[in-house]
């Protein structure tokens, strides 16, 4: 018996520190004594002023007589000011704060199952506000979806708006039925079949945040012209199969009482893939007991059409063995 790929279940069972800038002040002596009082003079600015502060700087140290500054001619002046304009300029740079950009939301109303404890942001941003918690386990409802991100908004208990990360939150299917589904099979060299999809409950799977939809498939078919009766079941996992994966779910067709190796059920495993609306075939438990058949994948728009797109793809894949245990003595 080969074994279902990872992240199956198996087979027949259930199984940031804002800059502080600080206040500082630079005297700028101009060098000579004052004619009145011999005092020295100077001029002073804080580091914090305007950029004409720089401007004035560098008049100040240009009109300051020779006298002033001993031993220093216009043009070195100059050259001071220019050294120190660069440095004042760089303390006075204050940074600016920039402006988060405007988050699109495009609404949405859908179930999610959180996968482990996770922050609710007050924005699409790990560096946002920390507005609440989600346990995980938790069921919660999105109300729309960041546009261009990997973010989903939602409500906390105390109602705030916020945004928990997609990745920590799988997309919850509920695959319980209004009313019971019905159709029928036909195919070049099958039998002719009737089928109904009837709900039957939901199951947890024992330790794991995995859930499954039950159902029973009573068939009603008809073999040289006498009617052969059997029930399939069948479960979709509503979540996907791997949980924090793509939203994939899985979808089991399981015939009972088959002689394989080592149990006694034939399955068969389609994956339903909600984002592309389609199902697909995947694998059969015992090849031996499969058609082989080639079968392509099959538009699903919702539950009901994905449910018969799995039972149609179980029948094309059950191969002669499997026919000939169901109908013994055919």
Not at 106 to 127: C, G
Not at 273 to 293: C, I, L, P, Y
Request: net charge positive.
């Amino acid at each position: 018996m080969s074994l279902p790929p990872t992240g199956f279940i198996g087979y027949g069972s259930k199984r940031r520190p804002r800059d502080n800038l600080h206040p500082m002040a630079l005297p700028w002596m101009a060098g000579g004594r004052d004619g009145r009082n011999g005092s020295m003079t100077g001029v002073f600015l804080p580091l914090a002023g305007m950029a004409a502060g720089l401007s004035m700087l560098s008049v100040a140290a240009v009109r300051a007589g020779s006298g002033h500054l001993p031993g220093a001619d216009t043009q070195d002046r100059l050259q001071i000011a220019s050294q120190i304009a660069p440095q004042i300029a760089q303390a006075t740079k204050k940074k600016r704060r920039r402006k988060p950009a405007p988050v699109t939301i495009v609404p949405e109303k859908a179930p999610y199952v959180i996968l482990r404890d996770i922050n609710v942001r007050r924005r699409p941003d790990t560096k946002s506000k920390r507005i609440g918690r989600f346990k995980k386990g938790t069921l919660i409802q999105s109300t729309g979806r960041a546009r261009g991100t990997g973010w989903i908004q939602v409500r906390t208990d105390k109602n705030q708006v916020g945004f928990v990360y997609s990745a920590m939150a799988a997309p919850l299917i509920d695959g319980a039925l209004k009313s019971n589904i019905e159709g029928r099979l036909a195919r070049p060299g099958l039998l002719a079949c009737r089928y109904t999809i009837e709900f039957e409950g939901k199951s947890q799977i024992e330790k794991e945040l995995q859930r499954t939809a039950d159902y029973a498939v009573p068939f009603a078919c008809t073999l040289a012209g006498k009617p052969l009766n059997f029930t399939a079941t069948m479960f979709l996992t509503e979540l996907p199969y791997r949980e924090s994966g793509p939203p994939i779910y899985q979808i089991n067709v399981d015939l009972r009482d088959m002689p394989l190796e080592g149990e006694d059920v034939l399955t068969v495993i389609a994956l339903y893939n909600t984002k592309k609306a389609q199902v697909s075939f995947d694998t059969v438990n015992d090849k031996s007991f499969g058609s082989g058949a080639k079968i392509a994948p099959k538009n699903a728009a919702g539950l009901d059409a994905a449910l018969k797109a799995a039972i149609e793809i179980a029948y094309a894949s059950w191969g002669k063995a499997a026919w000939e245990q169901l109908a013994p003595g055919n």
